[in-house]
């Protein structure tokens, strides 16, 4: 029996890579949000969604999109340790897709903001998230575009950052770093 190799070298991309993920992951978050829908009699059903969002300060504040938590009864947030935390809904910008949770939970990492205003069309760009239930999953790709975009409500977003970056159902919400 041949031994296995062991790990190889990282290359300076890939250490980049790992150290991005590392740095950002404690700070992601997947959120589960149940809504009220109606089946064909007119009878409750509760629906789920998912999405990502990322913690933006120690008191517990999570940055997410409208659209994941949109109407949502109720709202549960589960940390990179896999703990599970009922959210409290703080603010909501429609137009902008944009809102803001809150849990109460101890020791929490909050993410590392940039400055986009320097952004350039061309630079590396990774997104971390949850799509299709998994955890913790990361992309990479570049900023496509800097431009203003209609949302289908007809507010404007100015400076909107448009990637390549694989996004996938249950990424809404996460960070783009």
Not at 140 to 161: C, K, L, N
């Amino acid at each position: 029996i041949t031994e296995a190799a062991g790990a190889p070298e990282l290359d300076a991309d890939e250490k980049v890579n790992v150290d991005v993920y590392k740095k950002a992951l404690p700070s992601v978050v997947n959120i589960t949000s149940t809504a009220v829908g109606f089946n064909f009699f007119y009878g409750v059903v509760p629906q789920q969604g998912q999405g990502t969002g990322f913690i933006i300060d120690k008191e517990g504040h999570i940055l997410t999109n409208y659209h994941v938590i949109e109407n949502a009864r109720r709202v549960e947030v589960t940390l990179a340790n896999r703990k599970k935390y009922r959210a409290e809904v703080i603010g909501l910008d429609r137009a902008h897709d944009l809102a803001v949770i809150q849990i109460n939970a101890p020791n929490l990492a909050p993410a590392v903001l940039g400055d986009s205003r320097n952004l350039l069309v061309g630079q590396k760009v990774f997104a971390i998230g949850n799509p299709f239930g998994l955890s913790g999953t990361m992309t990479r790709g570049i900023v496509s575009s800097i431009r203003s975009v209609q949302t289908p409500e007809g507010a404007q977003i100015d400076e909107a950052i448009q990637t390549d970056a694989a996004i996938n159902p249950g990424n809404s919400g996460g960070p783009l770093l």
